[in-house]
């Protein structure tokens, strides 16, 4: 384990698998206590116990963070247990692919209240404590799709887009205060993500995609940067995406 992020405490959310859960590991490997949050308590709880199991302290909190009430919750055990949060990992994401025809107003909210609202309520939430403290970074978990409009992928790339320019705003809003800002641009990732809604379980071109610990490790990178330096955007894509 590395000291890198020693005593640093880290909140992760949409942390029970995928790119959350592999985020989340990579911290704890760097000497930061972890708060993970989702939706199913099960993998929570599972993931809660790698983390402890590398000798740093991990809490787990289900919920939809989409929603103030569930946030609100969040924070509130995150400040009795540990009294802050130095880095967010804005990471909760959903998506549906399809033409736009094929897309309900039900699928809209759904993306949009998943992939921006939370980011909006979680950044709220827990921004203010980092700037008073003058110290912290922000991580968004982001897309490719948040850079370019891509085919089948309209509403998702809009949600992505919004995260994407809500992250070049804060960047300007904080630097002073020396908060730092990342957005982390990821193409095709082997992970669950849009199973039944677009992806194929078993698919084989998942596995040219890159891997959850691949864009865990550049979360990382962002987040040990020296004290002069910051990184807004990385760009990740696979050897063998298709532009």
Known sequence: MSNRLQDKVALVTGASRGIGRATALALADEGAHVVVSARTESDLQSLAQEIEAKGVKALACTGDLSQPEDVARLA????????????LVNNAGVGKFG???????????WMMDTNMRSTFLCTKQFL?????????????????????????????????????????????????????????????VDTYFAFGTGRTEGDPRLKEYLDSDDVAQAVIFAVTQPPKSRVFLIGMRPMREPL
């Open 76 to 87: 509130q055990a995150t400040n009795e247990q540990f009294g802050r949060v130095d880095i």
């Open 99 to 109: 033409t736009l025809a094929d897309l309900s107003l039900e699928e809209y909210d």
């Open 128 to 188: 203010p404590g980092m700037l008073e403290r003058r110290e912290g970074w922000v991580v968004f978990v982001g897309s490719v799709a948040g850079l370019y409009g891509l085919p089948n992928e309209t509403v998702y790339c809009a949600s992505k887009h919004a995260q994407y320019g809500f992250a070049r705003a804060l960047d300007y809003e904080t630097r002073e205060q020396n908060v730092k800002v990342s957005y982390i641009a990821p193409g095709g």
